[in-house]
């Protein structure tokens, strides 16, 4: 646990005042150390996901509120839709 903590302080450094976000949506099962880390990451602003309902219902008793599963990720064809109309010309008006 302690290489994970290190590896998180590691992050913060990093990232600055960006949201790190920690998916657990393979996470069946967590100790008290486990436990402990998931609330401290909380405690300190890091967002907690879980795509399966296993993994939300672990962590929600350790952060104390409900973990959103993660967004559905676009297709090919909608980001490539995205990124040709965010880039296109806007009309006169």
């Known amino acids: 646990m302690y290489i994970i903590y290190q590896a998180w302080q590691t992050a913060l450094s990093i990232l600055g005042d960006r949201t790190t976000i920690i998916d657990i ?4 099962d967590a100790d008290a150390y486990v436990s402990a880390l998931l609330a ?5 602003g890091a967002r907690i996901i879980a ?13 104390g509120e ?3 599963a993660p967004l559905p990720s676009k297709s090919w ?3 490539l839709k995205a990124m040709i109309f965010r880039h296109s010309p806007t ?3």
Request: net charge positive; aromatic share 10%.
């Open 91 to 93: 009309e006169p008006r």
């Open 40 to 44: 401290l990451w909380h405690r300190n």
């Open 77 to 79: 064809f909608q980001r």
């Open 66 to 68: 409900a973990v959103p």
């Open 25 to 28: 949506s393979f996470v069946s």
């Open 51 to 63: 795509a399966s309902p296993q993994s939300r219902a672990l962590a929600e008793p350790i952060i």
